[in-house]
């Protein structure tokens, strides 16, 4: 990638950006034909093979994120998402970040886990043991259900039994909860995980006696986790009404507010996931399942907390970290099908699964770190409203040249609503 040609990208306009994306290597020849002729579409075809009941396509808006160094390399994220100021916070965070030598992540072992559970259980701890001294023999007949991920390197690994309590009903012991820890190698692997567990059930009854219940993985996926952290210069974040290490004492202490505070966590956590969604979606992956494992995670403690740390090092730098459950795919669900995700894939140079979620949560941390640092700072509003303004004009009815005019003048009104965009798109047109 040769980033000279993205300098200043946002000032750019539509055409030249996506020729300036090409230039950098960004894109191909004909990805960039595509996104030119305004056809990056879904066609309704494939569409009405992916959903039931299919009656047109819902359009989000995909953008991409400048300046993020993750392991020293240098990406372009492709984002997608309809609010604005995302992209920007999520660019501006990543150029400071960048400045003082970017993200560095790790990823732990890849493993889905499937959970099967069983009531009626007559004696649970033998049970239990049963269970765990046939382990082997169960990570084999869940392997025969899907011997093409064991090909592939993947497949059903290890095994954990719990019994589950009702806190409900005095914490009487109830059902019997069996983990698979399935390696399901570049997929998400829902479909895998759960053809897994489906296909040890009746062997799981046999050896319990007992009647299983459910059988598909579970989306807290504490097997599949990623970090990613970065350390920047006190000096790096003066404003000018803060000095850096006020501005770094005021991120930390607004973090602590998010670790103690629920209400304030869910709202710092929001931020976090505006960005960690927003490619998600964009590489084809399943949000939903992404969005609730994280706040499962960010309950581990018995108390919903931030998810990210801002701590300072000795040096006085502020160090930021964030870790994530990130089951996110390369292949299977609508990825290699869905126009969209094929070229975010690309924008990003074809990562692999560990790769993407380095770079999912290197956006989730900087996501957190332009919105606490404006938040301590001039306050959330000023950028938010200032791009918030072409909105408020599209809502008001502007077209073309007509929608920047339009937000220039709001941006600069006391009023910045609905009313006032409709007002100065009359005067306009007058
Ligand atoms: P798929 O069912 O599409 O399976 C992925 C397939 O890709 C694999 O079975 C494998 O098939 C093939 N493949 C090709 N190359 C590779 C590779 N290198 N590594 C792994 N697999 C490879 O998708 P998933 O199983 O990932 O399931 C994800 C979908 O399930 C998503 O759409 C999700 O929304 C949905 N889902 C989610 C649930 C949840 O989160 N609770 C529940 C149910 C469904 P082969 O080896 O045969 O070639």
């Given at each position: 990638m040769d980033t000279t040609y993205l300098?200043?990208?946002?000032?750019?306009?539509h055409d030249d950006k996506i020729n300036a994306l090409f230039l950098a290597d960004v894109i191909s020849k004909q990805e960039k034909d595509v996104l030119l002729n305004r056809t990056l579409e879904l066609d309704s075809d494939t569409a009405n093979h992916m959903i039931e009941n299919y009656v047109g396509n819902y359009s989000m808006p995909l953008g991409v994120a400048m300046n993020y160094i993750i392991d020293q390399e240098e990406l372009v994220v492709p984002m997608a998402i309809e609010e604005p100021s995302v992209i920007a916070a999520s660019s501006f965070a990543a150029k400071i970040i960048g400045s003082a030598g970017g993200f560095k992540t790790t990823v732990t072992g890849r493993m889905m886990i499937g959970q099967l559970t069983l009531k009626a259980v007559p004696n649970l701890e033998v049970a239990e043991q049963k269970i765990k001294e046939a382990k082997k023999d169960i990570l084999s007949r869940a392997n025969e259900a899907h011997p093409s991920i064991v090909k592939r390197g993947g497949g059903a690994k290890n095994l954990e039994v719990r019994i589950l309590t009702d806190d409900t009903n005095n914490?009487?012991?109830t059902y019997l909860s069996v983990h698979v820890h399935i390696s399901t190698q570049e997929a998400m692997g829902a479909n895998i995980v759960n053809t897994m567990m489906e296909s040890i059930a009746p062997y799981l009854e046999e050896l319990t006696q007992g009647k299983a219940l459910l059988r598909i993985l579970t989306?807290?996926?504490?097997?599949?986790l990623a970090t990613s952290t970065c350390v920047i210069p006190?000096?790096?974040?003066?404003t000018g009404e803060f000095s850096g290490e006020e501005v770094r004492d005021r991120i930390i202490e607004a973090t602590q507010i998010a670790t103690i505070d629920p209400y304030r966590a869910v709202t710092h956590n929001k931020g976090i996931m505006n960005g960690v969604d927003a490619v998600v979606l964009a590489s084809g992956n399943d949000w939903r399942a992404i969005e609730a494992g994280v706040h499962a995670y960010a309950s581990r403690s018995g108390q919903y907390r931030s998810l990210t740390s801002w701590t300072k090092n000795d040096a006085g730098d502020l160090v930021g970290e964030l870790t994530l459950p990130l089951p996110v795919g390369t292949v299977g669900g609508s990825i290699s099908i869905h126009p969209g995700a094929k070229l975010a894939h690309s924008i990003m140079g074809h990562p692999n699964a560990p790769k993407l979620e380095r770079i999912i949560v290197s956006v989730g941390l900087a996501q957190n770190f332009a919105a606490v640092r404006a938040l301590v700072t001039?306050?959330?509003?000023?950028g938010h409203m200032g791009l918030h303004a072409r909105s408020l004009a599209i809502s008001a009815g502007a077209k073309g040249d007509h929608i920047q005019q339009v937000a220039d003048i709001l941006k600069h009104s006391k009023h910045k609503n609905l009313q006032r965009a409709k007002n100065i798109l009359l005067n306009i047109l007058e």
């Open positions: 300098k200043k990208f946002y000032k750019k306009k914490n009487i012991p989306n807290y996926a504490t097997e599949c006190a000096h790096k974040l003066k001039e306050g959330i509003q000023k």
